[in-house]
């Protein structure tokens, strides 16, 4: 009993370790168990609902399965087919007990299976969801969230932070929800309020939960040392990952990052036109539909 104990522990709590392709089957997963009610999922079923390749799917599925972390079923029905569904007992949920406070919760790729069981606990919990114009309503709405949606951009930040104060003092907690890379600038007013009107006795505190972002995804090509494109849609987004030695002349875009590993460790810059990088990097770029 002891050696299955310690097999366990080891078990669970390596989901961080694991790579993107086989996190993004997880979330996917715990949404088909946990919010459509089903019992078992079907390969093609994986396929549809993460965008991931064939390949790339069951190499993913393969170690989940050596981790104990998903269960394998031969359908009954159709012999040659087989069923998937999570082993919950290995399987450290990312459980969190939504206090009062202001949650920053950043997207990530935005899309409906990159988004982790935690922020959709948070959103569940939460009062108000402030979103700024990066954030699909379709993304919120996929929880079920009975909180009330209300657009960021259409309140000052000193009105903000007084709506976060008196939900927070009540016992009840908000969530500004948003993509760090594009909503920098955006949302620093209206966390500046938070922190500008906090004291010692009376503080609000503020919790940042993170989606799969397309840095991880750009950070797993690089380690890969792979040249390679992916592209995710977040409604009118396109969020395209590139990774080449080529230097790149981008146009047209919204926004654009550059993500390379070098002698001195990682760097991640916003990109510009006029520098020039050498050896492989990651482009990370916002381009509007």
Same mark, same amino acid.
């Given at each position: 009993m002891k050696g299955e104990h310690n097999e366990e522990e080891e078990t669970v709590g390596t989901l961080e370790e694991l790579p993107l392709s086989a996190r993004l089957i997880i979330n996917y997963l715990e949404f088909e168990h946990l919010i459509n009610n089903k019992n078992y999922i079907t390969f093609k079923e994986i396929i549809d609902g993460t965008g991931l390749g064939t390949r790339t799917a069951r190499n993913a599925i393969n170690l989940l399965r050596k981790r104990g972390l998903i269960e394998t079923y031969l359908d009954v029905k159709e012999r040659r087919r087989y069923m998937y569904r999570l082993n919950f007992r290995n399987l450290t949920q990312d459980r969190i007990d939504v206090t009062p406070g202001l949650y920053a919760i950043d997207i990530g790729l935005g899309t409906i299976p990159s988004m982790t069981f935690r922020i959709y606990r948070?959103?569940?919990?939460?009062?108000?969801?402030?979103?700024?114009?990066? &954030?699909?309503? @379709?993304?919120?709405e996929f929880t079920k969230?009975?909180?009330? *949606?209300? %657009?960021l951009v259409n309140y000052e930040p000193q009105g903000f932070e007084e709506i976060v104060y008196t939900i927070a003092n009540n016992g009840g907690s908000v969530a500004l929800v948003m993509d760090s890379l594009l909503d920098s600038q955006v949302v620093k007013p209206y966390l500046d309020a938070i922190y500008q009107s906090s004291d010692g006795?009376?503080?609000?505190?503020?919790?940042?939960? &993170?989606?799969? @972002?397309?840095?991880?995804?750009?950070?797993?090509?690089?380690? *890969?040392? %792979?040249?390679?494109?992916?592209s995710y849609r977040r409604d009118n987004i396109i969020i395209r990952v590139i990774t080449t030695k080529e230097t790149l002349q981008l146009r047209d875009y919204i926004k654009a990052y550059v993500l390379a590993m070098g002698n001195d460790g990682l760097w991640f810059k916003e990109y510009d036109m006029g520098n020039n990088f050498n050896g492989l990097k990651a482009y990370i770029v916002y381009l509007k539909v």
């Amino acid at each position: 009993m002891k050696g299955e104990h310690n097999e366990e522990e080891e078990t669970v709590g390596t989901l961080e370790e694991l790579p993107l392709s086989a996190r993004l089957i997880i979330n996917y997963l715990e949404f088909e168990h946990l919010i459509n009610n089903k019992n078992y999922i079907t390969f093609k079923e994986i396929i549809d609902g993460t965008g991931l390749g064939t390949r790339t799917a069951r190499n993913a599925i393969n170690l989940l399965r050596k981790r104990g972390l998903i269960e394998t079923y031969l359908d009954v029905k159709e012999r040659r087919r087989y069923m998937y569904r999570l082993n919950f007992r290995n399987l450290t949920q990312d459980r969190i007990d939504v206090t009062p406070g202001l949650y920053a919760i950043d997207i990530g790729l935005g899309t409906i299976p990159s988004m982790t069981f935690r922020i959709y606990r948070v959103l569940r919990a939460t009062a108000v969801a402030f979103y700024t114009d990066s &954030v699909p309503t @379709s993304y919120l709405e996929f929880t079920k969230c009975t909180c009330a *949606m209300q %657009r960021l951009v259409n309140y000052e930040p000193q009105g903000f932070e007084e709506i976060v104060y008196t939900i927070a003092n009540n016992g009840g907690s908000v969530a500004l929800v948003m993509d760090s890379l594009l909503d920098s600038q955006v949302v620093k007013p209206y966390l500046d309020a938070i922190y500008q009107s906090s004291d010692g006795n009376n503080r609000i505190m503020i919790y940042r939960v &993170v989606g799969v @972002s397309p840095i991880q995804v750009a950070l797993e090509l690089l380690l *890969m040392e %792979r040249e390679d494109k992916v592209s995710y849609r977040r409604d009118n987004i396109i969020i395209r990952v590139i990774t080449t030695k080529e230097t790149l002349q981008l146009r047209d875009y919204i926004k654009a990052y550059v993500l390379a590993m070098g002698n001195d460790g990682l760097w991640f810059k916003e990109y510009d036109m006029g520098n020039n990088f050498n050896g492989l990097k990651a482009y990370i770029v916002y381009l509007k539909v």
